[in-house]
């Protein structure tokens, strides 16, 4: 058994002022978003109408619907940020141990979507463990993909109004 070597990343997390529980949320919705994308691809959207190349007066606003154009950008735009989340994931995911990696592969990317049980009885580690680890490296993917939540502080307003009598 060698020295538990610690990452750096880790440790700055304590002092953050961090929503946990929106962290976790968006980044398993980036995580589910990468996951469809590498299931099935990109899915490309279809004009339903096609347009006529007939001059139609407009209203007064003389503003044109472009709905072909919009779904093209759409096309274009979309599939472009889905690669480029893709690419993002890879590279966090290099970042992470090798068992955090395979925990959140197990977790989020895979196609089986087994429970966590059955993976950390895969992995021969406890579920409390493998439920830690889970944490931690969701708390490093969130950071590495600029995506993390903070805490909101709201002040009482109460206690910076003040009222002036009039008399």
């Not at 398993?28 to 006529?52: D, H, K, P, S």
Request: glycine letters at 4%; one cysteine or more; aromatic letters at 8%.
């Amino acid at each position: 058994m060698g020295k538990r070597r610690k990452n750096t990343l880790q440790l700055s997390l304590n002092i953050l002022p961090i929503d946990e529980r929106a962290t976790r949320l968006a980044v398993e919705e980036y995580l589910e978003e990468v996951r469809q994308y590498r299931q099935i691809g990109f899915v490309r959207r279809e004009a339903a109408i096609t347009q006529a190349y007939s001059y139609r007066e407009h209203q007064s606003t003389n503003a044109i619907s472009k709905p072909t154009e919009n779904i093209a950008l759409w096309n274009v735009d979309k599939e472009a940020e889905l690669q480029a989340k893709d690419r993002l994931v890879e590279m966090a995911l290099g970042k992470l141990s090798s068992t955090q990696r395979e925990v959140i592969q197990r977790s989020y990317l895979d196609n089986e979507g087994e429970y966590d049980f059955v993976s950390s009885i895969q992995m021969s580690i406890s579920d409390r463990t493998y439920r830690r680890v889970k944490v931690e490296a969701l708390g490093i993917l969130a950071v590495a993909l600029k995506i993390e939540q903070y805490q909101t502080i709201e002040h009482d307003k109460s206690a910076y109004s003040c009222e002036w009598e009039v008399g």
